[in-house]
């Protein structure tokens, strides 16, 4: 039988999308569609922002996008090199948190120690966050993509203020 998926393409370490992969075990042939487009709307305000860490508190990642929205900055503005020698080290003195394992890996591939990766979610991950930073974390000023900041800020007992924003 076939089978359409509305997905985009992931290939995991096998070369393969994990559904194609598991559905053909069943017998089924899957063909993926992709139903969505994207386009990064704030990359100029992002990378600009992320070469001032001294402004912020840390990092939340709460996306693979987020992820992905950061290396484009590094790429389109010829950052890379000074993300190497003192931009990545500046942000590693900081609090990186992440929502999920994926998350998790692709900013360890950037070069930064991201923690929260087990939380799953955006309530999770505030929980997380307010037990591993107690008060401290109301002082502080926190990059994260706004498609989850919704989620995130309600979770959190606290106020964040100067947000790092990518329109997703």
């Not at 000074?82 to 992440?98: D, G, H, I, Q």
């Not at 930064?112 to 401290?136: H, Q, R, V, W």
């Not at 993509?145 to 964040?160: E, K, M």
Request: with cysteine; hydrophobic share 40%.
């Amino acid at each position: 039988m076939k089978v359409l998926l509305l997905k985009d393409a992931k290939e995991d370490n096998c070369g393969q999308d994990p559904y194609i992969r598991e559905l053909a075990v069943y017998g089924l042939e899957a063909t993926l569609i992709p139903v969505l487009s994207f386009e990064f709307l704030s990359l100029p305000s992002f990378s600009e922002k992320l070469s001032h860490p001294e402004g912020y508190g840390g990092l939340i990642f709460t996306s693979p996008r987020s992820v992905e929205a950061l290396e484009l900055c590094l790429e389109k503005d010829s950052k890379t090199e000074v993300w190497e020698k003192s931009l990545k080290e500046k942000w590693n003195a900081k609090s990186v948190y992440v929502v999920g394992n994926a998350t998790a890996s692709l900013v360890s591939k950037i070069g930064l120690d991201a923690e929260g990766e087990s939380s799953g979610n955006a309530e999770k991950l505030a929980e997380y966050i307010c037990s591993s930073t107690g008060t401290e974390i109301q002082e502080q000023s926190w990059a994260c993509s706004p498609g989850h900041l919704c989620q995130l800020g309600a979770a959190l007992p606290i106020t964040l203020h100067t947000v790092l924003t990518l329109s997703f």
